[in-house]
């Protein structure tokens, strides 16, 4: 079984409130391939080499990275010191910002701030050992742009098995139910996150790797709740715009609760977890209201 193949090293952000069961780096290994999904932060590189090592991991043959947002992808560079022979796979559109990402990285300030400082620099990766390859070698995966999330987003296939990155955003495992947020920060079009879904449910997975967070099955169930929140919180936000801001969230908030039956499961998550998911809520949102202010 693919699963059994497959290995989820948590990278854990334990001076961060919440950053647990959050960010995750996925090895799979077998005889004659090993690779990596998201190798996460600078700051949890240590962690994940550890790992490696514990693992008895001496190569990496692949790299993988869903998108370049600095907690999958900042420690690619300083990843690939202890790796060299790894090669780095990821969107056309995110090549030059891994090689050079000064503004990568500034960006990430802006955008983050304290949380930024808390992930780490960026660091380049050589350009001899970044490509975009849609049939990466002879190792059975494949590439698909899936723009949504981020412009720069892909999901990866082997066989029945897909890594969605953040194709549909984020889960948190439940012992009962499924909790699940859209993340949609600017620039957010709701046609096009629709159509990389559509192009990943048509690919028929069995299992589903979602970056934040958790292996699960059947992939679809999941996928299908992901493009009807998608549909729904875009719903709801129109529906909210004459508000001012201040009042915006917390009419949001209540709406979602009351309107999505796997958010409205957010009671159900620790207090920590709950922090950090109202944190990551304001960008959700942000990106939809200024979707929806565009349609005008």
């Not at 994940?48 to 907690?71: F, G, P, R, S």
């Not at 048509?202 to 790797?209: D, F, G, Q, S």
């Amino acid at each position: 079984m693919i699963t059994d193949k497959l290995t989820c090293i948590e990278l854990d952000q334990t001076q961060l409130e919440g950053f647990r069961k959050f960010i995750s780096c996925w090895l799979y290994q077998d005889s004659s391939l090993n690779f990596i999904v998201d190798p996460g932060p600078l700051s949890t590189i240590p962690v994940l080499l550890t790992k490696l090592q514990q693992l008895e991991v001496k190569q990496l043959d692949y790299v993988l990275l869903t998108h370049i947002h600095i907690d999958h992808a900042g420690g690619a560079g300083e990843l690939l010191k202890h790796y060299p022979e790894a090669k780095v796979i990821c969107h056309p559109q995110g090549i030059k910002h891994m090689v050079a990402p000064e503004k990568l990285w500034l960006g990430s300030q802006k955008v983050l701030g304290q949380l930024a400082e808390a992930y780490g620099e960026i660091i380049p990766v050589p350009e001899n050992m970044i490509s975009y390859q849609e049939q990466i070698g002879n190792t059975g995966i494949r590439t698909y742009q899936t723009p949504g999330h981020a412009q720069h987003h892909c999901c990866f296939q082997l066989d029945n098995l897909l890594f969605g990155g953040e194709v549909i955003g984020v889960h948190y495992p439940l012992k009962d139910g499924i909790y699940m947020r859209p993340a949609t920060p600017p620039k957010f079009i709701l046609e096009v996150a629709l159509e990389s879904i559509e192009k990943m449910i048509a690919l028929a997975p069995r299992y589903l790797v979602i970056a934040h967070f958790g292996l699960v099955e059947p992939a679809l169930d999941y996928l299908q709740i992901g493009k009807q929140q998608l549909k729904l919180w875009v719903n709801g936000v129109s529906q909210h715009l004459d508000l001012p801001r201040d009042e915006f969230r917390s009419a949001m908030t209540e709406w979602l609760r009351k309107n999505d039956p796997n958010y409205g499961l957010i009671d159900q998550l620790e207090d920590d977890i709950q922090a950090r998911e109202n944190y990551f809520l304001d960008n959700s949102l942000r990106g939809m209201r200024e979707y929806a202010e565009s349609l005008g």
